[in-house]
């Protein structure tokens, strides 16, 4: 089947009408997140979800990106600076990991696993009836579904990334120390000066700005989910898509606003 | 109990109901027959606020839903039990799960306390035992008796039935008309049942009303709708492709 190609006007057009309904479901999240009841059980069922069983996904995603990182600032110092002057580059490793690689990557690779699936999730039930089911049993769908999941994601983004940074950093400190056999005690001394906690908290800032997008493109694409599987699958998609791009560009912003000196 | 004024709904250019006008009497069982397609799942809908009218009230005891929030429209909510066409089980949870979710949120009853009810309903609908599976595990029939249990577990005094006896055995279909008229009996709830099958319709309708064409055509005691002089509503209930109703 051919799809009629549309005008640039109907492109402009449906990304702000799109725009609006994201913008409005966040405005329902947070209107109703401090109402009772809470659904407690959902929260922590998703805390569980969306965090634990994330962790072997960040594992091997910090650690690779960790030593593939170590593995050029080394070459860079190695090269440029000279000989022996590697030990510094464990201040820029960290910087550069805990700062953009591994909140970005965390978010990213959240976005597959634990994006898809909400989108999946709530697709299904909302062509299933399954919405309107809950409705019917006094069982509210953004408080219910979005709010605990956008919260989870929230506070599970950091607190993986939080992981990551220190499993990447471990990875960057393994080769240069232990592969490529730079100073320890120096490598430590310079990462431990120059890094400030700030650094680290802007990181995790940039993630939970991450688990927001996440969570809420996520429901928002399921709840809007129509026209069975196929309307799921194409949910998933989207979600994938959009939250990877929204974060990749919401980053750039986030960088430049957040204060780094 | 409930009014319904001059009810309008379009999906698009699509006109959905264009003007119904149906009453609810308290205590009464009233059946909603008409084509596949003719709208009666939207308008059950529209009565516990699922969907919104474009046009139209809907009065519950004299109170409007149609322009309720969310949060006030909860507050009525628990007074509905409502059966979806396709179930709608929760398929993450199990039978029990599925049942004790409205008896959770509308009630403060105890654990046990839910659970008893839980064993109740499911006992009514002839599943007992069954509190561990997970629907996919069951039939399509069980899951639709599921569905039932769900809907009453919680005693609410309006049940809507959208198809309760669609794909199941025709002596669990007996059965379930005898379980809404017990449920008519014994606890005294009004009850609209959208069927398909004009005997089930007979045996449990006080009215039987028929949508057509986005209007109700006629509601009338189930004897006059027998006898009932309007073409459409011969031919619906005769299940003739030639009349006024077109096919395709
Ligand atoms: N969410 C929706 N979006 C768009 N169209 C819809 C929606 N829900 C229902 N419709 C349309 O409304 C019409 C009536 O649907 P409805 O499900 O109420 O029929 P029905 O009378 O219950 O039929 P059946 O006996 O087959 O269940 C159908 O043509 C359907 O395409
Ligand atoms: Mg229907």
Redo the contacts with the bound molecule.
């Keep these: 089947m051919f799809q009629k190609p549309k005008s640039l006007l109907a492109y402009f057009y449906s990304f702000f009408q799109q725009a609006g309904e994201v913008s409005l479901l966040l405005l329902k999240v947070l209107k109703n997140m401090f109402k009772k009841p809470w659904e407690r059980k959902v929260f922590i069922q998703q805390l569980e979800e969306i965090g634990v069983r994330s962790l072997p996904l960040v594992s091997l995603t910090a650690a690779f990106v960790g030593l593939a990182f170590g593995l050029h600032i080394y070459v860079a110092f190695h090269r440029y600076i000279g000989p022996d002057s590697e030990a510094y580059g464990g201040p820029m490793l960290s910087l550069g990991l805990t700062k953009e690689f591994i909140p970005i990557l965390v978010g990213l690779m959240v976005t597959g696993r634990v994006g898809s699936a909400i989108a999946a999730e709530i697709g299904t039930m909302k062509i299933t009836e399954q919405i309107d089911a809950l409705f019917s049993l006094g069982a509210d769908p953004t408080r219910y579904l979005v709010i605990p999941r956008v919260l989870a994601c929230f506070i599970m983004l950091p607190c993986l990334t939080m992981y990551g940074d220190i499993i990447g950093m471990a990875g960057g400190f393994f080769y240069n120390v232990y592969i490529m056999g730079v100073n320890r005690i120096l490598y430590i001394r310079t990462t431990v000066h120059y890094v400030e906690l700030w650094d680290i908290a802007g990181g995790l800032i940039k993630a939970a700005v991450f688990g927001v997008i996440i969570a809420l493109i996520g429901c928002w694409q399921g709840l809007r989910a129509?026209g069975g599987a196929e309307g799921v699958g194409k949910a998933t998609t989207k979600t994938v898509v959009i939250a990877s791009i929204s974060i990749l560009i919401v980053n750039f912003f986030l960088s430049k606003a957040l204060p780094s000196i | 109990m409930i009014r319904i004024v001059d009810l309008h709904k379009a999906?698009?250019r699509?006109k959905?109901l264009q003007g119904v006008n149906l009453d609810l009497k308290q205590g009464e069982t009233l059946a909603v027959i008409?084509?596949?397609?003719?709208?009666?799942?939207?308008?059950i809908k529209h009565i516990i606020g699922i969907l919104r009218p474009d046009k139209g009230q809907i009065f519950v005891d004299g109170v409007e839903i149609t322009t309720l929030k969310d949060d006030e429209l909860h507050k009525i909510t628990p007074r509905f039990g409502m059966l979806f066409?396709g179930v709608a089980l929760f398929d993450s949870m199990t039978v029990a799960q599925n049942v004790s979710f409205g008896l959770e949120r509308y009630t403060d009853f105890s654990q046990e306390r839910i659970q008893e009810l839980v064993a109740e309903s499911l006992d009514k609908v002839g599943l007992k035992g069954c509190e561990g599976l997970m629907p996919q595990e069951l039939s399509g029939g069980m899951r639709k008796r599921v569905g039932l249990a769900r809907a009453i577990a919680y005693r609410p005094d309006i049940i809507l039935y959208?198809?309760p006896s669609t794909g199941i055995d025709p002596i669990r279909a007996d059965a379930i008309n005898d379980l809404i008229n017990m449920m008519k009996r014994e606890m005294n709830v009004s009850s609209i049942v959208?069927t398909?099958d004009i005997v089930s319709a007979y045996k449990v309708a006080d009215r039987i009303a028929m949508?057509y064409e986005g209007k109700i055509v006629e509601a009338a005691a189930p004897e006059e709708i027998r006898n009932s002089k309007n073409p459409v509503i011969q031919q619906f209930i005769h299940g003739q492709a030639k009349g006024p109703i077109k096919n395709w």
Excluded: M
């Excluded at chain 2, 008409?34 to 308008?43: A, R, T």
């Design positions: 129509a | 999906f698009g699509k959905v008409g084509q596949s397609g003719s709208g009666k799942s939207v308008l066409q959208d198809e959208i398909h949508l």
